[in-house]
């Protein structure tokens, strides 16, 4: 069986329609989402009934919860004062997320589940047990088996950081799906992943930048200026 992953499309319908069409070309047997579907983006309403539609199993991530549990970015706000300029951009833009969403789709994303399990793969947004922490792609072998050898999977996949990686171990093989939205490797360009047994390959796809950084100038969402700095470096830019 050919699995798909595809996580962290904060709101980026343009991404998400050419990430669709590659999907098509690969034609994966399941796609799986790793949560973090609406947030930081122009269009977060029509991207989750983009998913729902789909039917794609999937779960939570950070920006997901923070919509309805606002209090989860502030304790870790307190727990990472130099990423306070960070964590104010994200209250701002969670504010005008939530008015976009309505409280429907807002309940919807509250029962996304915290992990997903379809043999050989579990799958989990940042770590288990905690969507706001995840070892980055610099961790040492016995720190991403002390994470989530646990899940008891032959392969374990996890999103949050958008920086996409394979490393095989003993085992298991760990990967990271990168991001649909907003990379953090220098590249501009979609990420997803290819499961076929212990095989994981990193799928890169192009889209149309400037029709989406078109899209978040247009939306009114704060912080919409450097939303499209960060989209078109295809790195984190700290904000001012």
């Known amino acids: 069986m050919r699995f798909?992953?595809?996580?962290?499309?904060?709101?980026?319908?343009?991404?998400?329609?050419?990430?669709?069409?590659?999907l098509r070309l690969t034609s994966?047997?399941?796609t799986l989402h790793g949560g973090d579907l609406a947030a930081n983006g122009?269009?977060?309403?029509?991207?989750?009934?983009?998913?729902?539609?789909?039917?794609?199993?999937?779960?939570?991530?950070?920006?997901?919860?923070?919509?309805?549990?606002?209090?989860t970015l502030t304790e870790f706000a307190a727990e990472a004062p130099s990423l306070q300029p960070?964590?104010?951009?994200?209250?701002?833009?969670?504010?005008?997320?939530?008015?976009?969403?309505?409280?429907?789709?807002?309940?919807?994303?509250?029962?996304?589940?915290?992990s997903?399990?379809?043999?050989?793969?579990?799958?989990?947004?940042?770590?288990?047990?905690?969507?706001?922490?995840?070892p980055l792609?610099?961790?040492?072998?016995?720190?991403?088996l002390s994470v989530y050898s646990g899940l008891g999977a032959r392969v374990a996949i996890y999103a949050h950081i958008?920086?996409?990686?394979?490393?095989q171990l003993e085992g298991i093989t760990i990967a990271n799906t990168g991001?649909?939205?907003?990379?953090?490797?220098?590249?501009?360009?979609?990420?997803?992943l290819l499961v076929e047994g212990p095989s994981v390959t990193i799928r890169r796809v192009e889209y149309d930048l400037d029709r989406e950084a078109e899209a978040l100038l247009r939306s009114g969402l704060p912080r919409a200026g450097w939303l499209c700095q960060n989209l078109r470096a295809g790195r984190y830019i700290r904000p001012a």
Not at 14 to 22: C, I, K
Not at 137 to 144: F, G, P, R
């Open 86 to 114: 960070l964590l104010a951009a994200l209250q701002e833009i969670a504010s005008a997320t939530r008015a976009s969403l309505g409280e429907e789709r807002i309940r919807w994303l509250r029962t996304l589940p915290r």
């Open 179 to 192: 991001s649909v939205s907003l990379s953090h490797d220098g590249d501009p360009r979609a990420s997803y």
């Open 137 to 144: 792609v610099t961790a040492t072998d016995s720190e991403l």
């Open 4 to 22: 798909a992953i595809v996580s962290d499309i904060h709101g980026n319908l343009t991404a998400l329609e050419a990430v669709l069409m590659d």
């Open 116 to 134: 997903h399990c379809h043999d050989p793969v579990a799958l989990v947004h940042a770590s288990p047990g905690d969507l706001w922490r995840a």
């Open 162 to 167: 958008h920086h996409p990686y394979v490393r």
């Open 28 to 30: 994966p047997d399941v």
């Open 42 to 71: 122009a269009r977060p309403a029509e991207v989750v009934d983009r998913i729902r539609d789909l039917g794609w199993p999937g779960v939570c991530g950070n920006t997901d919860e923070m919509l309805w549990a606002p209090e």
